[in-house]
């Protein structure tokens, strides 16, 4: 399977839905290392999943802001990329040679600060993966804005796409790709696993 745009799939908890996605193409699989998330797998479960999917990139996500802590993560769970909330950790997380992606939450700042923390902050990350914990509106500023952004910064759209939306958002904004999230639980701002393989249908390549 080929999907039109590179896809990272955020909060994978389960076997079948890392398979599932696996399966259709996807290029990155991401898992919560924070003991304290509500989508948090255990390294046991990480470990058994991993087993099973093959030709997929695994991330591991975090939201802690603590070097030391995040050592210890990356030596338990051995991702092949690492993905932080925390644009100041980037020089230093770049010296243990893995790929890193910058997770930014739209919904917590203003695209002056965007602006600001791409252009000052996401040195040193691989990807800029925007998400938002609240509800957002892809309007007309917005749209403007992630053009101008995505044609300067490898930025990969986690929020405002769905079924009836992907085709004109990968033919409007230059990211490099999309983000969605799988999870257990419906959460405000997460879509269920069924639009999530709809729109991995909907950007299948014939």
């Known amino acids: 399977m080929a999907l039109q745009t590179l896809v990272k799939i955020s909060n994978v908890t389960n076997l079948s839905d890392a398979r599932y996605c696996a399966g259709m193409g996807v290029d990155m699989l991401g898992f919560s290392m924070d003991a304290d998330s509500a989508d948090y797998v255990e390294p046991k479960k990480f470990d058994e999943i991993r087993a099973w999917v093959a030709g997929v990139q695994i991330v591991g996500e975090t939201a802690s802001t603590d070097p030391e802590l995040i050592e210890q993560l990356l030596d338990t769970y051995h991702p092949d990329l690492l993905q932080v909330d925390e644009a100041a950790l980037l020089p230093y997380l770049g010296t243990f040679g893995k790929p890193l992606i910058l997770r930014t939450d739209l919904a917590q700042v203003t695209l002056d600060q965007l602006d600001t923390l791409l252009q000052t902050g996401s040195t040193g990350a691989d990807y800029v993966l925007l998400e938002s914990n609240g509800p957002i509106h892809l309007d007309d500023e917005l749209k403007t ?11 990969l759209l986690g929020t405002g796409v769905s079924v009836a939306n992907v085709h004109e958002l990968l033919a409007q904004l230059p990211v490099r790709g999309i983000a969605l999230s799988g999870g257990n639980e419906e959460r405000p701002g997460n879509k269920e696993f069924g639009e999530l393989m709809d729109i991995l249908e909907a950007i299948e390549e014939d």
């Open 145 to 155: 804005a992630l053009q101008r952004l995505s044609a300067r910064y490898p930025i």
